[in-house]
């Protein structure tokens, strides 16, 4: 698993216990391990970013710590279970085009997959940089020209075919949001020199386009499952609705350039959206009874 070999990467680790106050998973304890940073915890499992393998190859580390208040034989079951099936998940999806992590690793009955390390931001971080930079005013947002809407509407094209491809192989996410999206910068070609004129000639237009530019990378799929059932996959559509409406409210009128994405990618689309259609009625009514 993740190694260096220098002292001072044992030393860091109970350094890392004491600031988070709970134990590390095993695996990240070896004198050998690198020193592990938390990067978020939820109410399932905690995410670390560590290495695999050499210093130079970062990766994420998932660990799904046991519940203590189940029975310990059937959390150890159902540990296992989850992780080894998120694992078949995303080994099945990489096999079949859709850009999701690699699996480097895993555990399922010490609780932990390590898959690799996607660079860039959440979606959701980069739309809305973008949003801020444009008009707050409502009759400015109307009149801006549709140029100025376009490095969003081709992310937002992206986002639907890599949705499509994701359930063209039969897997359905489970909790499709732009915070399990990233969008990883486009591998560059190095420049040995930059001159002014380069950096004077970039309009502010092309610099608010890059900050949409890279690859959406689909992550954390704790909540994935296999189905081939077009009610599965507009709920996972419907899912992403409303969390895209809550989230990005300035960008939702947009959100029909993802649905239409999706349709032309996916051809079974047309009767996922229709199904889409359906599942919206019975969320209005459940909204509207409580």
């Not at 078949?88 to 859709?98: F, T």
């Amino acid at each position: 698993m993740a190694t260096s070999t220098s002292t001072s990467a044992a030393a860091a680790v109970p350094a890392v216990v004491e600031e988070h106050h709970f134990p590390l998973p095993p695996i990240l304890t070896h004198p050998s391990a690198a020193p592990p940073t938390l990067i978020t915890q939820g109410a399932e499992g905690r995410l670390y970013k560590t290495t695999f393998f050499s210093p130079d190859i970062p990766c994420a580390l998932k660990y799904r710590p046991p519940k203590p208040y189940r029975h310990p034989v059937l959390d150890a079951r159902l540990t296992k279970a989850r992780l080894a099936f998120e694992a078949k998940v995303l080994e099945r999806c990489r096999r079949e085009g859709v850009p999701v992590p690699a699996v480097y690793a895993q555990n399922a009955a010490a609780g932990w997959i390590a898959v690799e390390w996607i660079e860039g931001a959440p979606v959701r971080v980069k739309i809305n940089e973008w949003l801020g930079q444009r008009p707050k005013n409502e009759e400015e947002e109307r009149s801006a020209a549709e140029q100025d809407q376009r490095p969003l509407v081709e992310l937002m094209k992206r986002i639907g075919a890599a949705i499509a491809g994701l359930h063209r192989t039969g897997v359905v996410h489970g909790d499709l949001t732009t915070s399990n999206m990233m969008l990883r910068p486009h591998t560059k070609k190095t420049t040995t020199t930059t001159t002014s004129e380069q950096t004077n000639g970039v309009s502010k237009e092309e610099e608010k386009a890059k900050l949409l530019e890279g690859d959406v990378v689909i992550i954390d799929f704790g909540l994935a499952n296999q189905s081939q059932s077009d009610e599965d996959r507009a709920t996972d559509l419907y899912v992403l609705e409303r969390a895209f409406a809550s989230t990005h409210p300035r960008a939702e009128n947009l959100f029909e350039h993802l649905l239409e994405s999706y349709k032309q990618s996916f051809k079974k689309g047309a009767s996922v959206l229709h199904k889409l259609e359906d599942v919206r009625m019975r969320g209005r009514k459940r909204s509207m009874i409580g």
